[in-house]
């Protein structure tokens, strides 16, 4: 496999051994706590409305990476 990809047998255990990082360790935080709020609303709240929730409990963060965040998960509101 590491041959096919290019890279030295160390490099890829190396990569496979690495902790994860900052940024991703954040994403993954904040992906849990949108589905928490997104379950707790019975599946209404789209990205504005979980925005505003989550800054009220004091997670700072923008419409847009929570609206990402949603699109990578799948996550749709109702619509009446």
Known sequence: ?????GVSRS???EWLNRPKS??????????SQ???VYLDSR????????TKQLNSEGVHVS????????KNEGI?????
Do not use: H, W
């Open 1 to 5: 496999m590491c041959e096919v990809l």
């Open 11 to 13: 490099g890829y255990y």
């Open 22 to 31: 900052k940024q991703k360790e954040r994403k993954e935080k904040l992906t």
């Open 34 to 36: 949108i589905k928490r």
């Open 43 to 50: 599946r209404n709240y789209g990205s504005p409305k979980i």
């Open 63 to 70: 419409q847009k990476t929570v609206s990402r965040i949603m």
């Open 76 to 80: 749709r509101s109702k619509t009446v």
